[in-house]
């Protein structure tokens, strides 16, 4: 069994930048296609970003070129690099681990271990 704990998120201000991580135990990052997502008050989890076992990586258009995807073995640990933040990037940051290494995923489903969620706000 994978668990995933995330770290990181905190109040900032628009155009901030902020790193989260997300360590893993029972299981390692390279193991897996990694990804990270998101939900905000009243609306559904939406992808945000992916790595496969290859670093092949995929992102959600909303962040594309603002957010960076990595990892560390060593560290058995996903980070999350959030550049030029802005208030609608505002919301519970969810890492995740599929069961498999190749496919990155964009729908929940894709994934089956989840950690608890860190928060983000960014104030404008």
């Known amino acids: 069994q994978v668990q995933l704990v995330e770290s990181g998120g905190g109040l900032v201000q628009d155009g901030d930048s902020l790193r989260l991580s997300c360590t893993a135990s029972g299981g390692t990052v390279s193991s897996y296609a990694m990804g990270w997502f998101r939900q905000a008050p009243g609306k559904e989890r939406e992808f945000v970003a992916g790595?496969?076992?290859?670093?092949?990586?995929n992102y959600a258009d909303s962040v594309k070129g603002r957010f960076t995807i990595s990892r560390d073995i060593t560290k058995n640990t996903v980070y999350l690099q959030m550049n030029s933040l802005k208030p609608d990037d505002t919301a519970v940051y969810y890492c995740?681990?599929?069961?498999?290494?190749?496919?990155?995923?964009?729908?929940?489903?894709?994934?089956?271990?989840w950690g608890q969620g860190t928060r983000v706000t960014v104030s404008s």
């Open positions: 995740t681990a599929s069961r498999t290494w190749g496919r990155v995923g964009s729908t929940v489903s894709d994934y089956a271990y």
């Open positions: 790595m496969n076992a290859l670093y092949y990586t």
